[in-house]
């Protein structure tokens, strides 16, 4: 069974920049998570889906964004790139929506915006 | 709002001795309990979790851990640590109602040495 896969895994950007970050969740699952995680501020929830519906959303500007399509692949957006935004965003799939069910992780997408 | 607590940065241990990485939560509401390792460019894998009934979890690679109520902590515990085990360790919570977002510790460092 294949596991979570997150496109690109490496990505520079310009500042000012816009990116758009993929992840395709195991086969079956239908709730996707994304975090981000830096050095300073550690792992940070930005938001998750369940059947192409935002559930939950963490303390991010508007500028990012996500969405999820049919087949529970998910995207997530950042607009108008700043350097701050420079971290490994990760991505969650789980089989249900709920606190109990286990989250499996991709390997990540590492962004640099210089 | 759920914290978490990693109190330990980095916890450097010889080879074959044992280990405890310390992790303390806050939340009002009734929490599941995690720990996820990471290694070097690679995304979370899950470790353990305590859903409920026994306070003592065991996991993969031979870790263990503690749910204590009275003391909010979910120590992580592992008899005999080998040179595989260096990587970076996250203590994570989840709330019921609280969908699948994970609140995670800052991270303890693990390094094992010969």
């Known amino acids: 069974k294949a596991g979570v896969t997150q496109t690109p895994r490496y990505l520079i950007k310009t500042r000012g920049q816009q990116v758009t970050l993929s992840c395709s969740p195991i086969?079956?699952?239908?709730?996707v998570s994304w975090y981000q995680q830096t050095p300073g501020q550690g792992l940070q929830f930005l938001f998750e889906?369940?059947?192409?519906?935002?559930?939950n959303k963490g303390n991010f500007p508007g500028r990012f964004s996500g969405r999820q399509f049919s087949n529970s692949r998910s995207e997530m957006n950042v607009s108008t790139l700043e350097l701050g935004d420079s971290a490994l965003y990760l991505c969650?799939?789980?089989?249900?929506?709920?606190?109990?069910?286990?989250?499996?992780f991709g390997q990540g997408t590492r962004l640099t915006v210089v | 709002a759920q914290s978490v607590t990693q109190l330990d940065s980095q916890v450097p241990v010889f080879e074959e001795a044992p280990v405890e990485l310390r992790c303390n939560y806050s939340?009002?509401?009734?929490?599941?309990l995690f720990w996820y390792v990471q290694y070097p460019n690679q995304g979370l894998q899950l470790l353990l979790k305590?859903?409920?009934?026994?306070?003592l979890v065991k996991g993969i690679n031979g870790f263990e851990a503690e749910f204590n109520k009275s003391q909010t902590s979910f120590h992580l515990r592992k008899p005999s640590v080998h040179i595989s085990d260096t990587a970076e360790y996250f203590c994570?919570?989840?709330?019921?109602?609280?969908?699948?977002?994970?609140?995670f510790g800052t991270g303890t460092q693990l390094k094992v040495e010969l």
């Open positions: 086969s079956g699952h239908r709730s």
């Open positions: 969650a799939s789980s089989l249900e929506e709920g606190a109990s069910t286990e989250a499996f």
């Open positions: 305590y859903l409920s009934g026994s306070t």
């Open positions: 889906y369940f059947s192409e519906t935002q559930r």
């Open positions: 939340s009002s509401v009734s929490v599941y």
């Open positions: 994570a919570v989840s709330e019921t109602g609280g969908g699948n977002k994970l609140t």
